[in-house]
């Protein structure tokens, strides 16, 4: 083994399984890397370079299917095309491992593994993986197990190597730029040029090729543009290039020509609010610890059961972009290994003291949830209904009592 020692990425929510797989590959001289589901891996991905990922297929109770790390995988190839996965199960069965090297893996190996042929298989992997070279830098990673969100990425896998342009729309904070990045990763092109459409100018429209050109807000175009830019939309694919579009407005109110529409969105993809995928904000919010920790070099932490329901109870009006703010600044201040609500700087944000009552109308509001949960036996989607709220926002008022 060299002395620049290949990480490894091991991807199994078996505790006794990932430190029987710990010893193996550290007495065989390679770095190690663990996460217990496909979500922690991918946050990892995002912040370490990894040279070679060993990944489960099954990480709930009971499953035997193997689409959760069938999912897995295809989010971590999403992140970086030229990953390279080994498929390690055994509850799946072959055709689901056949499965999986159709859809990216570069081997499989059974549980439970022969230490000889798993160590062959990672070294014969490792010689024959393909370099990035894309960029030097880690490529973005999208977070979210939401159906939202999978139906997003999955638009996304459906157009990514192609050259039809796209755009992105969604409320401030949503990720429409980080989504643009990573659609061009995917695409595997080797050019990338973000132009805000404010200051878009004939000279950013060239014929470069193998080029993705993220327009921000498209909205802002300024009309003396347009010509040129639909010339060059007309042009950019003869050249493999593509033009990728964002706007916090929604597609019927940014307000240009509709010619000009139809040439800047054949594929119109709308990112959800945060309020709206509620179970995207937990694995979001580990993933701004694990980012934040390394890169300012704090010890690890982890969110508290409490600081959990506390976050998926905030109403989060400036979407991911708040979520993360909210993250980095309790690092930053807290001490605890753990963080609590107290440690969540939630209503220091602009505009969060307004989603607080206060007072009798407090109290009111209080009476009001108790008495619908009640008398729907705490069932909070039939009190929801009653009281003409989602059941998000229900929840967070919940939270918000006490209840």
């Known amino acids: 083994m060299s002395e620049a020692s290949p990480t ?16 193996l590959f550290r007495r065989a001289g390679y770095a190690y890397l663990e996460a217990a589901s496909p979500v922690s891996a991918l ?21 035997t299917s193997g689409q959760e790390g069938l999912d897995g995988l295809a989010d971590m190839l999403r992140h970086d095309p030229s990953l390279s996965v080994i498929v390690v199960t055994g509850h799946s069965g072959l055709q689901i491992a056949v499965q999986a090297l159709r ?55 459906r157009c990514a190597t192609l050259t039809i342009p796209v755009l992105f729309s969604g409320e401030t904070g949503t990720g429409k730029s980080l989504a643009a990045t990573v659609l061009h990763h995917q695409s595997r092109r080797s050019s990338l040029s973000v132009v805000e459409c404010a200051t878009l100018s004939p000279e950013d429209l060239d014929d470069t090729p193998n080029r993705t050109l993220i327009l921000e807000n498209i909205d802002r175009l300024p009309d003396k543009i347009i010509p040129a830019l639909l010339s060059y939309l007309h042009r950019a694919p003869r050249s493999n290039s593509r033009v990728i579009s964002t706007s916090a407005r929604p597609r019927a109110e940014i307000g240009l020509d509709r010619g000009l ?36 070099g704090f010890h690890p932490r982890t969110l508290s059961p409490e600081a959990r ?30 963080l609590t609500p107290d440690d969540l700087p939630l209503h220091d944000r602009p505009g969060a003291a307004a989603d607080t009552p206060r007072g009798n109308l407090a109290q009111s509001e209080k009476s009001l949830i108790e008495e619908a949960l009640n008398r729907h036996n705490f069932n909070v989607s039939a009190a929801a209904a009653e009281l003409g709220l989602t059941r998000p926002s229900l929840y967070r008022r919940m939270a918000k009592h006490g209840l």
């Not at 946050?43 to 009971?62: Q, R």
């Not at 139809?262 to 993809?269: Q, V």
């Not at 959800?272 to 919010?285: H, K």
């Not at 976050?311 to 989060?316: I, K, P, V």
């Open 43 to 63: 946050s990892l991905l995002a912040t370490t370079p990894v040279d070679l990922v060993l990944l489960d297929l099954n990480f709930s109770k009971s499953q």
């Open 8 to 23: 490894l990425l091991f991807v199994d929510d078996d505790a006794d399984v990932r430190k029987t797989a710990e010893l």
């Open 309 to 338: 329901a506390s976050l998926q109870a905030e109403a989060w009006t400036d979407n991911v972009h708040a979520l993360k703010h909210v993250i980095e600044r309790a690092i930053i201040l807290s001490d605890h290994p753990a």
């Open 103 to 157: 859809a990216g893996a570069r081997d499989f190996v059974m549980k439970p593994w022969n230490n000889e042929r798993l160590l062959a298989t990672v070294e014969a992997t490792l010689a024959s993986r393909r370099t990035d070279t894309l960029a030097s830098t880690r490529p973005p990673a999208l977070i979210g197990l939401s159906g939202p969100m999978r139906r997003i990425m999955a638009a996304m896998d």
């Open 261 to 296: 529409m139809y040439a800047l969105s054949t594929m119109d993809i709308a990112l959800v609010p945060l309020r709206e995928r509620v179970e995207d904000i937990v694995p979001l919010a580990e993933h701004f610890i694990l980012a934040t920790c390394q890169l300012h």
